[in-house]
């Protein structure tokens, strides 16, 4: 994953912000493409991922994970937190409800559904509007330095974020389980077009 977050540095010179998030749950899966436990234990790579970035920081810029490599927000990562937590023990409901049931997923049992796309796509949206990071650039224009916590972070604050939208240039990303969240922000960006 650091490698991934360095070439979205490298490709959008701009970019600022990293958010990773867990994968949906996977204990429907009738494949040996990614089945449970591999989706809940693939959640400790952003927690492990992020950790690194705050240890190396901590140590004055010096590597302290050779598996995630280079963090440091000088030279080259932007910087790395936590996006929604997508998974849940699949009908066990989770701290705010969430469970999965076998129809949010099509026949392999690990891709999901419509209805599992709407529960991701929910998730985001809720994220996005909600962050402290986030709400400013993808709900109502604002400056970075005004939005709560960014200011601890001189590279951040420094940038204004007015845009209403991640734009061409990278501005926020969100890494993780790509099938599903390339789906989701299509729903996602499909809502938003239909907002007031």
């Known amino acids: 994953m650091g490698n991934v ?14 958010f990773t998030s867990s994968r949906i749950y996977a204990g429907y ?4 493409l990614n089945p449970e436990p591999y989706a809940y234990e693939s959640g400790f790579s952003s927690k492990w991922l992020i950790q690194a970035q705050i240890d190396q920081t901590r140590n004055s810029g010096v590597v302290v994970d050779a598996r995630a490599g280079d963090l440091n927000l000088a030279t080259g990562a932007p910087w ?3 996006g929604p937590s997508l998974w849940a023990d699949g009908t066990t409901p989770r701290f ?11 026949a392999d049992g690990t891709h999901p559904a419509t209805s599992g796309r709407t529960k991701v796509a929910d998730m985001l949206m ?20 005004s939005v709560g ?3 601890e972070q001189p590279e951040l604050a420094a940038r204004p ?10 501005t926020i990303y969100l890494v993780g389980a790509a099938a599903t969240l390339a789906a989701a922000l299509t729903a ?3 809502r938003r077009r239909r907002a007031p």
Do not use: E, M
């Open 5 to 18: 977050v360095r070439a979205l540095k490298t490709r959008y010179p701009h970019l600022q912000l990293v």
């Open 29 to 32: 899966a009738s494949t040996t």
């Open 80 to 82: 790395i937190a936590w």
């Open 96 to 106: 705010d409800g969430l469970t999965w049931v076998a129809g949010d997923f099509v």
């Open 126 to 145: 809720t994220f996005f509007l909600n962050s402290p990071y986030t709400k400013c650039w993808f709900g109502v224009a604002c400056t970075a330095a």
């Open 149 to 151: 916590g960014i200011a």
């Open 161 to 170: 974020a007015t845009r209403s939208a991640p734009d061409r240039n990278g």
């Open 188 to 190: 996602v960006a499909a």
